[in-house]
């Protein structure tokens, strides 16, 4: 069995380049053992879909390039504690652990909100490791979201 080895890094490289592309800096990255086996930031606004979240698109990713709809084997790393779709998508890929950084009171869905995983129709429930990089996905979110505030006409 191989040594823990902390995937956020690459979570947050994701985050800061959806946040260049002025995509909600949110990362996700799969990782199979140590291996990344993908890897993906927010894309909602450019590609116009509004499943186009980090997770959603590692997910699917990771999928294609295992060729199966299952996960079971796989870490899922995301620097925002995810949404209820991400984490119903989370579940039906059958991940078996999740990393989160932020929390998010607002819209999560993992320990705030609707809590998915712990719902009694949820056929799923990955490990879930909350706060790994927590600062720094945080400090992501509240700069971005700070220059958006500056940039507002009204």
Not at 31 to 55: C, F, K, Q, S
Not at 130 to 147: M, N, P, R, T
Request: proline content about 6%; some cysteine; overall charge positive.
């Amino acid at each position: 069995m191989s040594a823990f080895r902390s995937h956020m890094h690459a979570a947050l490289a994701e985050a800061r380049a959806a946040a260049k592309r002025g995509e909600v800096p949110v990362g996700a990255v799969v990782t199979r053992g140590n291996a990344v086996i993908a890897r993906a930031g927010n894309r909602m606004r450019e590609l116009r879909d509004p499943t186009a979240h980090a997770e959603m698109l590692a997910i699917r990713a990771a999928c294609a390039t295992l060729g199966s709809e299952r996960l079971t084997d796989c870490d899922l790393w995301v620097t925002l504690e995810p949404c209820p779709a991400c984490a119903g998508a989370i579940a039906a890929a059958r991940i078996g652990r999740l990393y989160y950084g932020a929390a998010d009171p607002k819209s999560g869905g993992v320990a705030q909100g609707p809590r998915v995983f712990d719902h009694p129709q949820a056929h799923w429930k990955p490990e879930v490791y909350s706060g790994i990089a927590e600062d720094e996905a945080a400090q992501l979110l509240k700069v971005f979201f700070a220059a958006r505030r500056d940039q507002d006409p009204r």
